[in-house]
Every structure is written in C-alpha cells, then in structure tokens.
C-alpha cells in the first residue's frame, strides 16, 4: 500500500535542534541571532528573494522537493485494494480500446467517472492509476474537462508539483485548449448551456473554459519563481504558456521544450481526431494575452541579471526561459528587445556587445554547455536584427569553422547560417569549405546538411561542396555511396551484400552485431538524412548519389530498401525531381524479380510504393511491375504491407479492367508514346518483327502529321467551295466577297 510522504532523517534532525537550541540558550547574541533569522525567513516581503535563492539550487536537492517545503505539500489519501483494481482494469481497456463503438466508450468513460467522484485527487497522485486519469482526460468532453477543473480548483500548486499528478495537469491544459478556440469561434452562450445539461453540477459548468483557465493562473501567481526551475511543475507551466500564446504545440521545436525524452506517452487509440487542432496556431481570448503578459513579467520579476543567467545552465529552468522568451519576442514584436526590463535586454544588457564586456563572456560560455548552448540558438533566431548583426559580426564570423567542428556548438553555427543572408552566406560557405571533410569523417553531419539547404535557398552553387563529399568517400574514380548511407559499416563486404536471410551466425555473433546495429543506427539516421537532403539539391550532390546507386549490385539495392533506415533513400531516389527518366529506369530495374518479395516487407513495401511515382513516364515499366504483383495476389492479400501496396497500385482495377488500367496509367505517366506489353503483341503479331517503343512512337507522330496535313488540305477545300451569304441589307440576289459565286438572277441577265 502507497504511504504518506513522510520526511527522512527526523530522529538526526530532532538531536541537531536539540544541540542548537543549547547552543543557543548559551550564547544570548545567538538568541537574538536566530530569532531575526527566523522572522526574516518567514516575512511576507521576502518571497521574492526566497524564489531568487532557489534558482540557485541543484538537482541534488532531490530530499527538499527541489525547494519546495515538503511540510507544504498536500496528501489526499490512498485509494484501497478494490479501488486500484477496478481503476488498473479500466485502464487497460481504455489502452487496448475494447469497444465495440464510440458510444459503447462514451458510456464506459461515464461510469468510470461516477466510480471516481470524489476519488479524483487520489488517482492523480497514485503511481499505479495515474495513467488512467490521463487516458480519461484524452477521451473526455469538454463539459467533463470543466469538471476535472473543478475538482482540482485549490490544489493546482500541488498537484503540479507532485511526480504523478503533474503529468494529469498536464494532459488537462493540452486537451482543454481546443475548447478554449471552439468557445471563442462559437460567440455563443449554446454550447456552455448544452455542456451544462450535459453534467450533473449544471450551475459549476456554466463556468467558460476562458473563465478555468484564468482561475489556474490566479491560483499560481505568486509562486512563478518555484515554478521555474521545478522538477515537474516546470514542464506544465511550459504547457501553461503556450496555451495562453495560442501557439503550436505538435511541432518538433516545441516538443523538445515541452517535454524530456524519457517522458511515457500515454496514448489512447482514437483520440487522433479530438487533439488535431494543436498542431497549428489557434485563436485564444484578449484575456490570455494580458495573463500572458503578466506571468512573463512576474517569472522575471526581482532577477536581476546574474540571477537569471543562473536559468541559463539549470536543466529545468533552461527550457522555460527559452520559451520566455520566445514568446515575449514573437508575440510582443522584437522591439520588445530594447525594452531594459524585457529577458533578451535583462540577459544581455551591454550595448554594442564587444569581447570584452560581461555579455560577451556570457554567450562564449554558453555555446560549448550542453544546456546553455539551447539558449543561445533561441537569442540567434528571435533576436532583433540589429542584436544579431552584432552578436554574428562580434562572434560568429571569424569563428564559425572552429564552432562547427564542436559537438554542441555546431548546432549554434546552424541557426547561424539559418539567418544569413545571401552575400553573408557565400562567405560562411567559403570558410566551411575546408571542414566539410573533417566533419564527415567524424560523424558530424548537422552542419553540412545546414550549409547544404541553405546555399540552395539563397542560389549559391554547391559544386565545391559536392567535390568535398567526393573526396571523403571515393575508392580510385568512382563514389561509395555505401559509405555514406553507412551501409554494412563494421560487416565485412560480403555479408553486407549477401541477402539478409542467408546469413548464418552463432549465438555470440548474433549479439554482438545486434548491440553494434543499436549503437550505429542513429549515426546511420543522420548520414541518411543528409543523402535525402543531396538528393533534393539540383546538380552535383544529387547526381553523385543518384549515379553511384545504379552502380550497386541488385542484391545490395534489395538488402537496403528493407533496412528501415536507408530505405527512405530509395524512397527520396525514386520520387526526386532531379533523377531522370534514365536514371530511374536504371534503378527500377535493378529490382526486377523481386518486388513482390519487397511488397511483402514492411520498410520495402514503401519503396514499392514510391516506384508508382518513380514510373511517371515509364508506362510500360509499371506495367512490368503490375504483371509481377499480380502473380503473388494471394501472398499480397495475406499481409497487411502487401495489401497497401496492392491498394496504392490499383491491382484490383488492373485484375479486372486491364485496358483501363493501361489508359490510366498512362494519363497519369503523361506518356503516349510507349505501348503496353499487349499493344506490343498485337504489333508483333500483324509485322512478325517486334517494334521497340521508340519506334511505335515515331511512326505514331509520323501518322499524326499526316492526319494534321490532311486536315489543313481539307479545310482549305471546304472555304473554297463555300458560298458567301450576303451580309443584312444587301440588295437580293446580289452577293459580296472576292469569290462571291452569282446567282441565277445575275446568271439570267
């Protein structure tokens, strides 16, 4: 049974203030001493101070709660034996989503929150059933949401501090805030009157969403410098803010401040519909704006400079000072810069930032901190123009090569050439030039792949670039492609090319390749990402990757696109704009044979998928291609990868429409001029001699021209032999035009 928090050490603690006090009682002026200490500590105008002391504070201060008293911390109970039964089996089937409808759920979601009324702040803090109540607030309605609020009205400072139950506040914020932009849309009191029939507590859910979240807040104020650097209060109040700001929340830069990466995700089949509205922008209320406002200016409220620097290398409060600040330049507009008591100004106060001043050493001592160098990527890319025309011409400039081939500090250098200009971008190119093959053969793939889409943005030609990747990976004349998809790296040749089933390995091999393969696949993840990023670059780069994989033997190409990882290569190879028509069919090719085994697998099946677009063009190629899955249907239905690709390929339509098949595949290839293989026999069957497609196609546009000249004669025939009708009001029997042909009137006479 779960126990109540119970402070460790009282009995050591009891003998310490039992020596204290004698030490006291001894000394008058230590009497004194300490009761100043004491009222002080306690005097309602030193909060501040208070909250100032504890950003100082380290994660080893793990026993005091991260700063918080632990005599303040609330206890709501435990929940019994049966309690934490009933609520573990509903968990699971939420998680398994064991109904048969969405009205069988709705009903099941119902009573689970009848059996908890009055139970909610017990299974908020539960370790076991925690996670049920983040399930229900994902299914919930909006007039449960508001009821959850309710419930949890007076206790938000505890339970956003608390292990468990912070990850509930959490998911209550997230999934609230769509309602906040469906009630603000609606401009009606319809829905909160519909909502409040819809709960048993009529008069509590009359409340608006806008009104809940406004009550939290207020609730909170006065605590913001706890908050911040707070183990787990400060991942909610990131959520907090962005609720207020209206911001996107699905993106990855915004994940990254939300939330760790050891963080559960409690996902519930079904509810995709229910949070679609936050992977974009929303309307919020005038009100959030102002609440926004306020909690910026109280979270920095007493900081003086040093302190708030102190933000910049702690681990939890890092991550809320770079969203601060974001939001107060992205929402306040970057004039907010030269405001003295806005954070970017608070942080870096001198003006012009030169080597020498305290803001210089500042920045120079965040780019190579693991933490620090997060804040300093937010300052790149919403500082003021002016704030990082200085900062780059000052640090940047003549450094960016010896940035780059730091570990941390090559991220900064990406957000660096992210907001260069064309004629600044061409001399950062210049000076990275030389470090490209260092970088590479180091692992280090950030900053080249950044240069790379960077120069293609802003037209600056990549040939040097192209020559740098050349030099790092070329066996005599030709490019090994292998090695920068790190393709069979640390296997011998022969294995690497030698179908994946086929390989044979004791026990001890097994693994040992396994614990290699889990070490190498996020460096074989970047370097793949940066072929993709070459692919789509016109010219060189994409030439010296495209030319190299229709070198590879077919075994190899078959091994790689069932490779989780490479085969998204293929994938970007088959469908890029840059590949053409003869560099495709080359590729294509090369599967022949095999692309109903690869439809079987899960990472190929996708690059089966991407020869679909890969053969615009090439009409009778995908007719090849249609002919070999057609051969394995019943292999093709048994598995759900073959069933999609069956799907995406139209095999039904081509099983029983053949001919319509071919036309469609050929409108959509935008491709006349090749035949289908059944065109083909009827040709060979009527000459003897089978035509190749070049051929068909010439002598198509050969009977085309002739249909074209004989139209042209024919249309001049039939203007010639045309009569003429006199136009209205010409005189009967009297025609005009230079061919006017007479009347039998005019004949007569």
Not at 455 to 460: D, E, G, L, P
Request: aromatic share 6%; net charge neutral; hydrophobic share 40%.
């Amino acid at each position: 049974m779960p126990q109540a928090n119970k402070k460790r050490g009282r009995r050591m603690e009891g003998k310490k203030r039992k020596l204290e006090d004698d030490d006291v009682h001894g000394d008058p002026e230590l009497a004194e001493s300490s009761t100043k200490r004491r009222k002080s500590a306690t005097a309602n105008g030193d909060a501040e101070v208070a909250n100032i002391s504890h950003i100082a504070f380290e994660d080893g201060a793990d026993d005091q709660a991260d700063g918080y008293p632990q005599a303040e911390k609330a206890f709501f109970g435990v929940l019994d034996d049966e309690e934490q039964e009933y609520f573990k089996k509903a968990d699971s089937m939420l998680e398994g989503n064991a109904f048969a409808d969405h009205e069988e759920r709705m009903l099941f979601l119902a009573n689970v929150y009848r059996e908890a009324d009055g139970k909610e702040l017990k299974i908020a803090q539960s370790q076991s059933c925690s996670r049920l109540m983040e399930r229900l607030i994902q299914l919930s309605t909006a007039a449960q949401l508001k009821a959850l609020f309710e419930k949890f009205g007076g206790n938000f400072i505890h339970l956003v501090s608390h292990r468990f139950a912070s990850h509930c506040c959490e998911a209550l914020f997230l999934r609230s805030a769509p309602a906040v932009t469906e009630e603000l849309l609606a401009g009606s009191k319809d829905k909160q009157n519909e909502s409040a029939t819809d709960s048993a507590n009529g008069d509590e859910q009359s409340a608006s969403m806008e009104s809940l979240y406004l009550r939290t807040l207020a609730e909170l104020e006065g605590n913001m410098g706890y908050l911040l650097t707070d183990r787990y209060a400060s991942h909610v109040l990131r959520v907090l803010l962005l609720v207020l700001s209206g911001e996107e929340m699905d993106t990855a830069s915004t994940k990254q401040l939300l939330q760790s990466k050891r963080k559960e995700t409690n996902a519930v089949q079904g509810v995709g519909l229910a949070i679609q509205s936050l992977d974009k922008a929303r309307s919020v209320p005038e009100s959030f704006g102002q609440a926004l406002e306020n909690v910026i200016a109280t979270s920095i409220a007493g900081l003086g400079t040093e302190q708030l620097r102190a933000l910049a290398t702690h681990p939890n409060g890092n991550p809320t000072l770079q969203l601060l600040l974001k939001l107060e330049l992205a929402h306040y507009g970057k004039q907010r810069g030269k405001d003295e008591n806005s954070i970017i100004r608070k942080l870096l106060p001198d003006d012009p930032i030169k080597a020498d001043t305290g803001s210089a050493r500042f920045i120079n001592g965040l780019v190579y901190d693991t933490i620090g160098s997060h804040l300093v990527e937010q300052i790149i890319q919403h500082a003021p123009a002016k704030m990082f025309k200085n900062l780059y011409s000052e640090f940047f400039k003549e450094k960016l090569a010896t940035y780059a081939r730091n570990e941390v500090a090559g991220y900064v250098v990406c957000r660096v050439l992210e907001r260069l200009g064309h004629d600044d971008l061409l001399e950062a190119h210049e000076q990275l030039i030389p470090v490209v093959t260092p970088l590479l053969q180091r692992g280090r793939t950030v900053v080249v792949r950044t240069l790379i889409e960077r120069c293609t943005v802003r037209n600056i030609d990549t040939q040097t670039i192209a020559v740098q990747v050349f030099n790092t990976w070329n066996d005599s004349e030709n490019f090994e492609v292998k090695k920068l998809l790190k393709w069979g790296h640390g296997l011998d040749v022969d294995e690497a090319n030698t179908p994946v089933d086929s390989v044979q390995s004791s026990s001890a091999n097994e693994a040992e390749a396994a614990d290699f393969k889990r070490s190498s696949e996020p460096m074989k993840a970047h370097f793949n990402i940066l072929a993709q990023a070459m692919l789509l670059v016109p010219g060189s780069l994409s030439g010296l990757v495209l030319d190299s994989l229709i070198m590879l033997e077919p075994v190899t190409l078959i091994n790689m696109s069932k490779d989780n990882i490479v085969s998204r290569t293929l994938q970007t190879a088959l469908t890029s704009r840059n590949a053409s028509i003869i560099i495709v069919r080359k590729l294509i090719q090369r599967f022949y044979g095999h692309v109903a085994d690869m439809a079987l697998d899960k990472a190929a099946s996708h690059v089966v998928d991407c020869m679909w677009e890969g053969t615009h063009g090439l009409a009778f190629i995908r007719e090849r291609i249609a002919e070999e899955l057609a051969e394995t249907e019943g292999q093709m239905r048994e598995s759900s990868y073959g069933r999609a690709v069956w799907k995406n390929w139209k095999m039904d339509l081509y099983k029983r429409r053949r001919q319509d098949w071919i036309k469609q595949s050929k409108v959509k290839a935008s491709n006349d001029g090749f035949q289908s293989f059944a065109e083909l026999d009827e040709n060979k069957e009527s000459t003897g001699i089978a035509k190749t497609p070049i051929e068909i196609a010439r002598e198509r546009h050969a009977k085309n021209k002739d249909s074209e000249k004989k139209k042209e004669k024919k249309k001049s025939k039939s203007s010639a032999s045309r009569p003429i009708i006199a136009p209205s009001g010409a005189p009967s029997g009297v025609a005009t035009g230079v061919n006017a042909v007479p009347t039998a009137a005019a004949a007569s006479s």
